[in-house]
Nanobody, 124 residues
Framework: QVLVVESGGGLVQPGGSLRLSCEASGFSLDDYSIGWFRQTPGKEREGVSCIISTDGSTHYASSVKGRFTISRDNAKDTIYLQMSSLRPEDTAVYFC?????????????????WGQGTQVTVSS
């Protein structure tokens, strides 16, 4: 069974950092790409960052480029999203998702397997 489980959310002050983890099971990170998405009430789910399984290429939304970094640890079956210089507008529920995605990996409709989400709140 393909499963992903997020962790690491919490409350952080503006300008602070947080690292989210997405633990994978039931599949290989060499075969399935991972995407990070976020959603706030009343808004559509937004692609934040993703990593393509086949070549390890990483992709970012323009709103987070230069502040967020996605990385992969195959030995631990875990994908990380390091978030720095956090802003109040980064507040959202963050989800990781996985599927056999090989292009346009920031589009949520390309993924069938989702985690339960983790809340990130940026506030003073």
């Amino acid at each position: 069974q393909v499963l992903v489980v997020e962790s690491g959310g919490g409350l952080v002050q503006p300008g602070g950092s947080l690292r989210l983890s997405c633990e994978a099971s039931g599949f290989s990170l060499d075969d399935y790409s991972i995407g990070w998405f976020r959603q706030t009430p009343g808004k559509e789910r937004e692609g934040v960052s993703c990593i393509i399984s086949t070549d390890g290429s990483t992709h970012y939304a323009s709103s987070v480029k230069g502040r967020f970094t996605i990385s992969r640890d195959n030995a631990k079956d875990t994908i990380y999203l390091q978030m720095s210089s956090l802003r109040p507008e980064d507040t959202a529920v963050y989800f990781c998702a996985t599927d056999r995605v090989y292009s346009d990996c920031l589009h949520p409709w390309k993924y069938d397997h989702w985690g339960q989400g983790t809340q990130v709140t940026v506030s003073s």
